[in-house]
């Protein structure tokens, strides 16, 4: 085995390099998960209890207006639920992953392994809680006597891989430049924040008919997501192909920049985190 | 046989920032556009570093504080690149440049083998092969499944460096980990090191202990500012090492004003005997005198501390003010402290300097901030006395 050390590295993935290092994926995640919940009395419950709990507010406090004012065709809280579940990958799994470099940067400091297993494990975490949350999603779909489609496997499947690339392409750049500036760590849960409100999340994507506003909210990376999310019930597999192909191009971006911004600057985390 | 390591003009660049924090802000930056004033220097960490390590070379890196050591080992580690040159590597390198990174206080101490283990690279069937063996060498059976945090000090350094222990890569970086623990651990530690090396790997090892490192390598290796001095066997590397820092030998050092800080000022410190005719000499045989010239510039609960370390680069002893009735005063101090006479043997010593506020916060640390020779006064007819052993020579009251 030759390898050498230079100035400047490849810029690519390095898919090889992160293969042979395979194991750490699963180390970073289970450590974070374990620690996550040590001490907790109510454990991975919380992972349930935040998209619950959100839904049941928005349910209470906007539900009937926002189904009234446009033409879900699902009840709203399967509609906001949906929407909170896929939410809760991409808000947690960003603030994690942004964060992610500057607070392993003790281990950055004293040992090599290929970077990019930080932000990808912060952003697995929030997978692996999405399934345990998903289970919550069964009995409220059976309560309102609704049940998913044929395809709806492929349809999760999907969305869940989308707003994890989502979220990784964000959340690798948002990691790489709070090294260096640790500003980004201040606007990250703002920024978030503002998002929540520019996504389909608590209402649907044809609710404002102001032509712009129409054009910016398919531009959110966390459209194309949620919307394919919610075509897995059953009488609402509709999703406009103009939007979700604008918000997945989106998404492909992101990603491509995060991971470009992230290769390019990894080399010197240690010198500056 | 072709080198496991080549090390090729490998060259290090940091930018150092003057009156500035070193976490860069957006703000700053964009100040900074508008704003040209020259805040940054560049400073060479390393510089043209060559050389080759072959298998089961055991290769000590000796220096100053800040002559590159850390840096070099932080790129072989691929921790940082290069700013030029290059290296070839052709053997799996685990670096230990702190022992238990990745310890998480929450895990337990199984959890925390697995997860140490994973981030030095070991594969998971590397580690369940080697798990009993780790406990074992840690002996920390009992507490296994106890979260980390309930773990003494003592006993999470001991499994933390069980876990490097059972590495089965072909080159080690090591740097100071035998500056942590107590006599014991080091012991075992520096044991352990001797059988990794007589198994045939190689070892790089980084070390201010002397005695240690020319009974552990074969090769020696001098940096110097950056740039390797020296390049040879251990033995003469060592002895290369201590000669460069004798010619630093000073009974009489006056600080500039870098020495100028908020609380204090360090005017000089100067070393001679008491009463001498040669004042550029020092011996053995008459008190020596110690004297710190300090102005303190504000009221408050200052003293200062000295760690005497020799040759070796084993610290002595330290002696301080504290308590001694003797205190720091607000303005000039003319501090002499006396060390009796045939206290210290002949030989070469440093002193690192400590001024420490309230009785607790250092609030400047200068290693090395003085060295002197003392020389023998006298030959001493029937015994020799600069043959007796040990550190030092004091002399007792002795009664019948």
């Given at each position: 085995m030759e390898f050498e050390i230079k100035p400047k590295g490849k810029l690519s993935i390095g898919f090889k390099e992160l293969w042979d290092y395979r194991e750490l994926f699963y180390f970073f995640t289970w450590r974070d998960l374990k620690v996550k919940y040590k001490q907790t009395f109510l454990g991975v419950f919380w992972a349930i209890l935040q998209p619950i709990i959100l839904t049941t507010l928005f349910t209470l406090g906007f539900g009937d207006a926002i189904s009234e004012k446009s033409n879900i065709k699902i009840p709203y809280p399967i509609f906001a639920l949906s929407g909170f579940l896929l939410w809760s990958i991409f808000s947690s799994g960003l603030t994690n992953a942004g964060n992610?470099?500057?607070?392993?940067?003790?281990?950055?400091?004293?040992?090599?392994?290929?970077?990019?297993?930080?932000?990808?494990?912060?952003?697995?975490?929030?997978?692996?809680?999405?399934?345990?949350?998903?289970?919550?999603?069964?009995?409220?779909?059976?309560?309102?006597?609704?049940?998913?489609?044929?395809?709806?496997?492929?349809?999760?499947?999907?969305?869940?891989?989308?707003?994890?690339?989502?979220?990784?392409?964000?959340?690798?750049?948002?990691?790489?430049?709070?090294?260096?500036?640790?500003?980004?760590?201040?606007?990250?849960p703002f920024l978030i924040q503002v998002l929540l409100f520019?996504?389909?999340?608590?209402?649907?994507?044809?609710?404002?008919?102001?032509?712009?506003?129409?054009?910016?909210?398919?531009?959110?990376?966390?459209?194309?997501?949620?919307?394919?999310?919610?075509?897995?019930?059953?009488?609402?597999?509709?999703?406009?192909?103009?939007?979700?192909?604008?918000?997945?191009?989106?998404?492909?971006?992101?990603f491509m920049l995060g991971i470009f911004y992230f290769r390019k600057t990894e080399h010197y985390f240690a010198d500056l985190a | 046989?072709?080198?496991?390591?080549?090390?090729?003009?490998?060259?290090?660049?940091?930018?150092?920032?003057?009156?500035?924090?070193?976490?860069?802000?957006?703000?700053?930056?964009?100040?900074?556009?508008?704003?040209?004033?020259?805040?940054?220097?560049?400073?060479?960490?390393?510089?043209?570093?060559?050389?080759?390590?072959?298998?089961?070379?055991?290769?000590?890196?000796?220096?100053?504080?800040?002559?590159?050591?850390?840096?070099?080992?932080?790129?072989?580690?691929?921790?940082?690149?290069?700013?030029?040159?290059?290296?070839?590597?052709?053997?799996?390198?685990?670096?230990?440049?702190?022992?238990?990174?990745?310890?998480?206080?929450?895990?337990?101490?199984?959890?925390?083998?697995?997860?140490?283990?994973?981030?030095?690279?070991?594969?998971?069937?590397?580690?369940?092969?080697?798990?009993?063996?780790?406990?074992?060498?840690?002996?920390?059976?009992?507490?296994?499944?106890?979260?980390?945090?309930?773990?003494?000090?003592?006993?999470?350094?001991?499994?933390?460096?069980?876990?490097?222990?059972?590495?089965?890569?072909?080159?080690?970086?090591?740097?100071?980990?035998?500056?942590?623990?107590?006599?014991?651990?080091?012991?075992?530690?520096?044991?352990?090191?001797?059988?990794?090396?007589?198994?045939?790997?190689?070892?790089?090892?980084?070390?201010?202990?002397?005695?240690?490192?020319?009974?552990?390598?074969?090769?020696?290796?001098?940096?110097?500012?950056?740039?390797?001095?020296?390049?040879?066997?251990?033995?003469?590397?060592?002895?290369?090492y201590l000669d460069s820092r004798k010619e630093h030998i000073s009974i009489v050092k006056q600080f500039d004003s870098s020495y100028q800080k908020e609380d204090f000022s360090l005017h000089s410190i100067k070393i001679c005997n008491s009463v001498s005719d040669n004042a550029n000499i020092i011996v053995d045989n008459l008190p020596i005198e110690i004297k710190t010239n300090i102005e303190i510039h504000n009221q408050g609960n200052y003293h200062i501390s000295y760690h005497i370390k020799n040759d070796l680069n084993e610290l002595l002893f330290a002696f301080y003010n504290y308590n001694s009735g003797v205190t720091l005063k607000k303005g000039h101090n003319n501090l002499t402290c006396m060390v009796p006479s045939t206290f210290l043997q002949p030989g070469y010593y440093s002193l690192n300097l400590y001024i420490v506020k309230d009785a607790v916060y250092p609030i400047f640390i200068e290693e090395e901030i003085i060295s002197f020779n003392i020389i023998e006064g006298q030959v001493v007819t029937g015994i020799n006395a600069s043959s007796l052993p040990g550190y030092i020579r004091p002399k007792f009251e002795w009664s019948n």
């Open positions: 992610s470099m500057v607070n392993n940067s003790n281990i950055i400091k004293k040992i090599y392994f290929p970077r990019l297993i930080i932000p990808i494990s912060s952003i697995l975490i929030s997978v692996v809680d999405f399934s345990i949350a998903f289970i919550v999603f069964i009995p409220v779909l059976l309560y309102y006597d609704f049940w998913f489609n044929s395809l709806a496997p492929v349809y999760i499947i999907l969305s869940v891989l989308l707003t994890t690339f989502a979220t990784f392409g964000l959340g690798t750049f948002f990691a790489a430049i709070s090294v260096k500036y640790r500003d980004f760590r201040y606007i990250l520019a996504t389909p999340v608590i209402y649907p994507l044809k609710f404002s008919s102001n032509e712009i506003l129409h054009y910016l909210f398919c531009l959110n990376p966390m459209n194309a997501p949620i919307e394919l999310f919610r075509a897995s019930i059953e009488k609402n597999n509709n999703i406009d192909i103009q939007s979700f192909i604008l918000s997945t191009s989106v998404i492909i971006l992101l | 046989m072709k080198p496991i390591l080549e090390i090729k003009h490998i060259s290090k660049k940091f930018k150092i920032f003057h009156e500035q924090q070193p976490y860069l802000s957006l703000r700053d930056s964009i100040v900074g556009l508008f704003n040209n004033k020259k805040t940054r220097e560049d400073f060479w960490a390393l510089r043209d570093v060559t050389f080759d390590v072959f298998p089961g070379d055991t290769i000590g890196i000796i220096g100053k504080n800040g002559a590159g050591k850390s840096t070099l080992l932080k790129i072989l580690s691929k921790i940082t690149p290069p700013t030029s040159g290059k290296i070839i590597g052709r053997g799996r390198i685990a670096s230990l440049l702190e022992v238990g990174t990745g310890f998480h206080s929450e895990l337990s101490g199984r959890e925390n083998i697995f997860m140490n283990g994973s981030i030095l690279g070991m594969r998971r069937s590397e580690i369940l092969k080697n798990f009993d063996a780790i406990v074992d060498f840690a002996g920390v059976e009992k507490f296994i499944d106890t979260p980390l945090k309930h773990y003494s000090s003592g006993m999470q350094l001991r499994l933390a460096f069980a876990v490097a222990a059972f590495l089965e890569n072909e080159v080690l970086i090591i740097d100071e980990v035998l500056a942590v623990g107590d006599l014991e651990f080091q012991k075992k530690c520096l044991g352990k090191m001797e059988d990794v090396s007589k198994s045939g790997r190689t070892i790089l090892f980084v070390s201010h202990n002397l005695s240690a490192l020319k009974s552990l390598c074969s090769k020696g290796i001098c940096l110097k500012d950056g740039k390797s001095s020296f390049i040879g066997n251990s033995t003469e590397a060592i002895s290369y």
